[in-house]
């Protein structure tokens, strides 16, 4: 899909001029939800609760399409009147030269410039808007696929199109207990399931007691953790469906999280599935960050401060 056709333009609608796109950004919503027996993957916000929190601030609906901009610098005009919100990582947002808050909402006059420094903590910044970004959808979803089904990201001098507002509704912001710390070292909530129980104790053990480090070719389809060999002594299995956070054992030994862009099926055994509110942290976390995992069970996992909307 073309930049073109993020929308149908209409002369009420307000544009927003990406002057520096940067590295990586991406219109994400939740996702696509049941497309996977299609062989597409689910795709959506690495940072689902970070992405939620951008939406409520502005109250949208919960899918409302929004930005995730990976790392920064990035740059944006807007020609009309609106509201925008900014959480996840902290990247220096300013808005025409003055320093604006994160987790928070801000007013938007034409003509007016956002800019984002590099994340300085924290890898993915998402940038909601009153009502949402005006786009099409691809199987209930707005995340632009290229031919080779791949997340297909903005370049500078796309322009996106929304809905302008004029209310005074106040600015808000989210609780400083519920934004989370992403400099700290992470534990990893590991469900039991898939072929746990195929895996020898000792094997299991390597893996709950180990420090691993995030590796370089981490990214939205999975994360590669760097530590002990987690061996597995039995033959492959059939290929199987997988699941957000399954955690995926290659023949090196060296566990893989898998997240929202992963292929649908897959043949590596798999020890178990990481919980959801860990994955979204674990989104916002650079190669080179440590991480743990603890054995959870249903009832012992319950969300923290940091990551309950």
Known sequence: MTP???????????RAHLNKAGPLTLLQDRGRQGSQILGICTSGAADAYAFAWSNTLLGNQENAAALEISLGPFEVSFDSSTRIALCGAEC?????GKKIIPWSSHK?????????SMASSGLR???AIAGGFLCNHIFSSCAQLSNDGKNLSLQNADQLHYQPVENITPCRNVHWQA???YTTTLELNLYPC???LHFEKNEILKLLSDDYRIGVDSNRMGYRLEGQNVNWHRKGIVSEGIAFGSVQIPPNGQPIVLLN??????????????AAA????LAQRRPGQKVTFKRASLPSVTLTEGNRL
């Open 108 to 116: 938007v006059k034409p003509g007016d410039t956002l800019r984002l």
């Open 92 to 96: 220096g947002a300013t808005l025409n």
């Open 278 to 281: 860990d994955c979204y942290q």
């Open 194 to 196: 898939y072929q746990f």
């Open 125 to 127: 910044i998402y940038l």
């Open 261 to 274: 862009d992963r292929q649908t099926i897959g043949g590596y055994p798999k020890v178990g599935c990481i």
């Open 4 to 14: 073109s056709q993020l929308s149908t333009t209409k002369t009420t609608e307000g």
């Open 179 to 181: 934004i989370p710390d």
